[in-house]
């Protein structure tokens, strides 16, 4: 079996953090976050990006950015995570709860037009696992009906499809620098736009607000402390200058995976669409076992780390703070999540990782099917 790449070695990576910690504590410091955003900017092709202290901060000041008030509505996929609908609540705003098409993982835009109304102000894609929607689709649909595109794209960076970078396809594109992201930091986000004013509105946002866009005074209005901590842009830039590396090396795991799994019988690999470049960003199966949710539950007892096993990951309209009355369900969303198997994978995990994890999906499926 073809073996993983090697990864650069990363001895700088503590290096730019010790530099940052010398020079503290300064509470004006940014030279760290400034070059971070500079290059983030570059490599991304974006006009302009905002480093935050997290991927949930980069789409709460994005939909503030945008105009997200008290009485909007944001369209938001049911095929993602808590995080993503919470800025929205934050906001004073209604998360309206969207189905996807399990034949592609896109939005149901049928479902979406008839779930918007006069008081949408915006829409949240999200990038679940790196994989990526038609971006023709979703900016027509945004431009019909008047509605600010506000990316959720924490799982896709080095994602593109027809041409388009995720995160570069509307308003505002929001990642998130988590661990286990391929670009990591610890814990940090950033925004990319090409709009000088949304970025002027999100770093005032991010900052108290005590750098204000042009036309308004410091402090005028209510914001938040989400700022990025100047050793963990210096970390985040580190691993910015080894991201192609990175990138490689989740792509060449996700193959090593899906080639080691390709004889196993009720799993079958879910392929990116024929016009998109998929970062690989977490190795997906669609699942044709009895019982496909609780035969994701069970290999997380073995070890075997997985969203829906793992994670619990459920539609998010049928989160306790979310469910009512009023939320029509999202069964495409239900129906995916249920029937997928996405293995999560860090850089950490080598070949010898990777050839446990395949034994004992084998093992385990060959015993669920007995």
């Not at 070695?9 to 760290?32: N, S, V």
């Not at 949930?56 to 008030?69: I, K, Q, R, Y």
């Not at 607000?209 to 210096?234: C, D, M, V």
Request: glycine share 8%; hydrophobic share 45%.
């Amino acid at each position: 079996m073809t073996g993983l790449p090697a990864l650069p070695p990363a001895p700088d990576l503590g290096e730019g953090m010790l530099a940052a910690l010398a020079g503290m504590p300064d509470p004006a410091a940014a030279e760290f976050t400034s070059g971070l955003e500079h290059d983030l900017a570059d490599v991304f092709s974006s006009r302009h990006a905002v480093a935050v202290s997290s991927g949930t901060t980069a789409l709460h000041a994005a939909l503030f950015a945008v105009g997200v008030g008290p009485g909007d509505e944001v369209l938001v996929p049911s095929l993602t995570v808590v995080m993503t609908a919470a800025p929205v609540v934050l906001l004073g705003a209604k998360p309206v709860f969207i189905d996807s098409d399990p034949s592609t993982l896109d939005l149901d835009f049928a479902d979406a037009a008839a779930k918007i109304s006069a008081r949408t102000r915006a829409i949240v894609p999200v990038h679940l696992w790196g994989r990526m929607g038609d971006p023709a689709s979703l900016l027509a649909f945004a431009t019909e009906h008047g509605i600010a595109i506000v990316e959720d794209a924490a799982q896709a960076a080095g994602t593109s499809r027809a041409g388009a970078t995720a995160g570069t396809v509307g308003a505002a594109g929001c990642f998130s620098l988590k661990d286990g992201k391929i670009l990591w930091s610890g814990e940090g986000g950033f925004v990319l736009t090409n709009d000088s004013q949304l970025a002027a509105h999100t770093r005032a946002f991010r900052g108290h607000w005590l750098t204000p866009p042009p036309g308004s005074r410091p402090q005028e209005r209510i914001a938040l402390n989400g700022r990025l901590a100047e050793p963990l842009a210096a970390l985040a830039h580190a691993n910015l200058r080894r991201f192609p590396a990175l990138l490689d090396y989740r792509r060449a795991q996700t193959a090593y995976l899906i080639r080691a799994l390709q004889s196993t019988r009720g799993l079958t690999p879910l392929q990116p669409a024929t016009d998109e470049t998929w970062n690989h960003y977490a190795p997906l199966f669609h699942i044709g076992l009895q019982n496909p949710r609780a035969f994701a539950e069970h290999l997380a007892q073995q070890g075997v780390l997985n969203s829906t096993g793992t994670f619990r990951l459920v539609p998010c309209d049928t989160r306790p703070m979310f469910a009512g009355a009023d939320q029509k369900p999202c069964p495409g969303a239900a129906q995916i999540l249920n029937r997928t198997l996405a293995l999560v994978l860090t850089e950490r995990d080598d070949e010898t990782a990777l050839d446990h994890y395949a034994t004992v999906i084998t093992r385990e499926v060959a015993a669920w099917c007995t």
